[in-house]
């Protein structure tokens, strides 16, 4: 049976009944009356009332509630065995695995803070952050092993000797006491713009994760099947409330497009996780409409630009309700764009989810006046969900915050945007991605748009460059659809042609892809530094 669209009513009835079912679910156990809980304790329950039901699997592995709850007792005993108390710290690097969500999740349970981080980074970098969060023990996989020769931390293998390492069958840890504010894990981010920096999530702030989460049909018989990395914030925010409502989640150890598409049909996946590079590769697939995708109920996307044309088209092709997530692993401000039932705002992120505060502020720190709907200023949000700060970075934590006149604390976003009249935001583009050219403004998200609109064009980044003329000046780079000859000049004479004096590029770039995180960011740190490689062209302005 081959994907098909939903009729908008439909679609409405459908995820009515989604949302009902959730609902029911979730009062049973509680989740809507309990202000905090772990994660952890959730797991406990469901090991205890459907112990044979799918938690967790890899290809390689699978587990049921119960052998997920008993693994996690292990793990949390051989920690404390081995001196760990709450608020301490383990790193945790590798690919995605039964394995390495094992020994994320038996940490929790011992109150123990989680360091997740990214395989791709160089052996250096990884070390900085081993002693940044001053992680007392190390897990890493055959493909990280070697990142970490040397290490005076001690390192457990997550294949060979990890059942020697564990507490023996049976074990049970010591219980412990958790609240709110009690330090869940530190995420680093990506490093896009500079070292990473430590974020320290609290409890209360996955707890709000699993809470926002109860409209989206989390639950017995839900699977998640999820294809970007364990270390990502972007994937935890899904993992984590699939588990803490009792479904199962399905890990991909490796994304590519006809394997995920097999992968969820095989399954009967119902929600996912996914970046807009792999909407966009997955929209792209030749035979995408040959596979049953009729599973689904809901989408999830986050972590960067989701154009309005590829949301309309993952709506048109794929079943299921689409959400976007728009907000900082930092935390603060939230906003949702449930797309299916607001087919007209695509071209935003959404409005602030419950219990958000967002507003705006300009350059100088003052808010700007609410429901002036072309204020343009920064973004900067309050919510339950907001980091307890930069580890070991108090200045950095300072620069990340702002308080208004109450002395409420708000963490800045560093995106420019503004509040339509129906008060769903509207982002132009990174504060520090910003272009200040000859004094004007130029956001690069405009000239991207309008680049993305020549049939030539795949996809597209633009990033401003030292002028001597302009201060600044706008460039692209530009990845063009296969088979395509069309020259770079001719593209900037296309798009030079349909902007103002202000706007014009002074050069394009054409290379075979854009460099991107793990998680589909691009990095457009680097394309400044390719650019240095490149001649300029210069443009009569």
């Not at 607001?342 to 006046?369: F, N, Q, S, Y």
């Not at 780079?477 to 030079?496: I, P, S």
Request: net charge neutral; charged share 20%; glycine share 10%.
């Amino acid at each position: 049976m081959a994907a098909r669209a939903c009729r908008p009513g439909a679609r409405g009835r459908l995820l009515s009944m989604v949302y009902a079912a959730s609902m029911n679910h979730e009062t049973g156990h509680g989740i809507a009356d309990r202000p905090f809980d772990t994660i952890a304790e959730c797991i406990r329950r469901h090991a205890r009332d459907r112990p044979d039901a799918p938690a967790l699997s890899d290809g390689d592995m699978s587990l049921d509630y119960a052998a997920l709850d008993a693994r996690m007792d292990r793990i949390a005993a051989a920690l404390q065995r081995d001196g760990l108390v709450p608020g301490d710290a383990i790193a945790l690097c590798g690919a995605p695995s039964v394995v390495q969500a094992l020994v994320f999740l038996g940490a929790l349970r011992a109150g123990v803070v989680v360091a997740p981080l990214a395989p791709g980074s160089t052996p250096s970098s990884l070390a900085r952050m081993v002693a940044d969060a001053q992680a007392r023990r190390l897990f890493v996989d055959a493909s990280t092993a070697a990142d970490f020769a040397g290490s005076a931390v001690p390192v457990t293998r997550l294949g060979d000797g990890f059942e020697a390492w564990l507490a023996p069958a049976g074990a049970v840890p010591n219980v412990v006491s958790l609240a709110p504010e009690s330090p869940f894990n530190i995420i680093y981010s990506s490093g896009t713009t500079g070292e990473p920096k430590g974020i320290v999530q609290p409890h209360g702030m996955r707890w709000a994760h699993v809470r926002r989460g109860m409209p989206y049909g989390y639950g017995p018989g839900a699977v998640t099947l999820l294809a970007t990395p364990l270390y990502s914030n972007t994937t935890l925010v899904v993992f984590f409330p699939s588990l803490a409502f009792g479904g199962s989640v399905v890990l991909m150890r490796k994304f590519d497009t006809l394997g995920y598409l097999q992968l969820a049909g095989r399954v009967r996946a119902t929600h996912t996780m996914l970046v807009p590079v792999q909407y966009q590769r997955l929209m792209a697939q030749a035979d995408f409409g040959r596979f049953d995708l009729s599973s689904f109920r809901m989408k999830f996307s986050t972590s960067a630009p989701f154009s309005a044309a590829l949301k309309a088209d993952v709506l048109a092709r794929w079943p299921g309700g689409l959400v976007e997530f728009y907000g900082m692993t930092e935390g603060g401000g939230t906003c949702l764009l449930e797309a299916h039932l607001h087919p007209g705002k695509l071209h935003t992120v959404g409005r602030p989810a419950p219990g958000t505060d967002m507003r705006l502020i300009d350059v100088a720190g003052r808010e700007l006046p609410a429901g002036v709907t072309d204020a343009t200023g920064e973004v900067v949000g309050h919510s339950p969900g907001m980091m307890v700060g930069y580890h070991g970075r108090p200045d950095a934590t300072r620069e990340a915050e702002w308080f208004d006149a109450t002395g409420k604390r708000f963490i800045r976003t560093g995106d420019i945007g503004r509040f339509d009249a129906d008060g769903f935001l509207i982002l132009m583009d990174r504060r520090k991605d910003m272009i200040i050219s000859g004094g004007f403004n130029i956001y690069p998200s405009d000239l991207e748009a309008q680049l993305r609109e020549h049939p030539a064009v795949a996809e597209v980044a633009v990033v401003g460059v030292p002028s001597e003329q302009w201060g600044e000046t706008p460039v692209a780079f530009v990845v063009r659809r296969a088979a395509d000859d069309t020259a770079a000049e001719d593209l900037r004479a296309w798009l030079n042609g349909r902007v103002g004096k202000t706007q014009r590029l002074a050069a394009v770039h054409l290379i075979d892809e854009l460099p991107r995180s793990a998680i589909g960011k691009v990095l457009k740190r680097e394309l400044r530094e390719r650019h240095a490689l490149y001649s300029v062209a210069k443009v009569d302005r």
